[in-house]
């Protein structure tokens, strides 16, 4: 499966970004996607998850509440809905794919090539 990621941009604090992953590939309800986030000299960071065919949904303690996590298998989509941001939240956004539920990011086999928000206060 090929990822892309979108959606990013710069926000002033307490404000909302949309992020979308779209995927192609055949199969792609068979894949569980999590959004990670590196900032510059930090490691890449767990966000959420979710699975694939019956939408459950896990998240960080650092972004629950704040984003939400979802996905259409018809448009082969999954969203990350930011809500409330911090200036803690400016990183690099990524989605990955794999089969099989993680929150490790060196476990997921596909990843989109990132998106940038910046967050300012």
């Known amino acids: 499966v090929q990822l892309q990621a979108s959606g990013g941009g710069l926000v002033q604090a307490g404000g909302s970004l949309r992020l979308s992953c779209a995927a192609s590939?055949?199969?792609?309800?068979?894949?569980?996607v999590g959004w990670f986030r590196q900032a510059p000299g930090k490691e890449r960071q767990f966000l959420a998850v979710?699975?694939?065919?019956?939408?459950?949904?896990y998240y960080a303690d650092a972004v629950k509440g704040r984003f939400t996590i979802s996905r259409d298998n018809v448009q082969k989509t999954v969203d990350l809905q930011m809500n409330s941001l911090k200036s803690e939240d400016t990183a690099l956004y990524y989605c990955?794919?794999?089969?099989?539920?993680?929150?490790?990011?060196?476990?997921?086999?596909?990843w989109g090539q990132g998106t940038q928000v910046t967050v300012s206060s």
């Open positions: 979710i699975s694939g065919t019956s939408g459950v949904a």
């Open positions: 590939g055949p199969t792609f309800n068979s894949y569980v």
């Open positions: 990955a794919a794999r089969r099989g539920s993680s929150l490790t990011a060196s476990r997921y086999d596909f």
